[in-house]
């Protein structure tokens, strides 16, 4: 089961999404964060986004900032895509939030080199055990928010929705996730924060891409390569905390 569940992160995963990336031409990418940019917030975050793209592209990091990306990207989409239903879940359900509660507190407070060990045991070194490393750290942020923003939803609001007839889907669709969705979008956005937080330690068991980059010149004090390339994972971040960010303002 444990080599299916690798097999199934690398070739149907994170492979595919890795080739993506990287046969994407990067004046495309600028072009594409340009308009989302603008589309969000204006021409000043079209233009901020899109510099900071060029920048990595210009700098010769394009195709190991795809591969982190695609890397990293794998394993936010997938924290999110579980986190956000367990969330809506454990909302509604004190005393199964209350049991998964301490278990989110240990993957959150523990230091990732230490449940390293086991994933590597299980998983090797390698991709796959690096998504699933970056998923433990990264993946409570948005399991509390969307409990906190459920939770947060005023009580008067869902019995007026009650007393007019309102359905338990209409309720979740129309009612809660809405006056959610700020809480709930912060929470996607800590997860990708910590998931790009993970670049450096993910290349220790393997991964390839910017963090690659910054241990070698830990190893060798290349001060240059590391600057260079910390300032592409910077603006990464950069990129998708504006993105999202102002799309939750």
């Not at 900032?65 to 394993?75: D, E, N």
């Not at 979008?185 to 910017?210: E, H, Y």
């Amino acid at each position: 089961p444990i080599r299916l569940v690798r097999d199934f992160f690398y070739i149907y995963l994170l492979k595919p999404f890795k080739i993506f990336m990287i046969s994407v031409p990067w004046f495309v990418v600028v072009l594409l964060v340009f308009t989302i940019g603008f589309r969000i917030q204006g021409l000043a975050l079209g233009i901020k986004c899109s510099m900071l793209v060029l920048f990595i592209a210009m700098t010769g990091f394009w195709e190991k900032a795809m591969t982190t990306l695609a890397l990293l990207g794998t394993a936010a989409c997938l924290s999110i895509i579980i986190g956000i239903p367990l969330g809506m879940y454990c909302a509604r359900r004190e005393r199964f939030y209350a049991f998964i509660r301490p278990i989110m507190d240990f993957m959150q407070t523990m230091p990732a080199f230490v449940f390293m060990i086991p994933v590597i045991a299980f998983f090797g070194t390698g991709k796959p055990a690096a998504v699933v490393t970056t998923m433990i750290f990264g993946g409570t942020p948005v399991v509390r928010l969307t409990v906190l923003g459920l939770r947060g939803v005023p009580e008067h609001v869902r019995e007026a929705a009650i007393a007019f007839g309102g359905s338990k889907w209409y309720l979740l669709s129309r009612v809660d996730l809405p006056l959610a969705s700020p809480s709930i979008r912060a929470g996607i956005n800590q997860t990708i924060m910590l998931s790009l937080a993970m670049v450096v330690v993910a290349s220790l068991i393997g991964a390839k891409g910017l963090g690659e980059d910054v241990l070698e010149a830990l190893q060798y004090a290349n001060v240059g390569q590391g600057i260079l390339a910390g300032f592409a994972i910077l603006f990464c971040a950069m990129i998708l905390d504006r993105i999202v960010q102002g799309e939750r303002k």
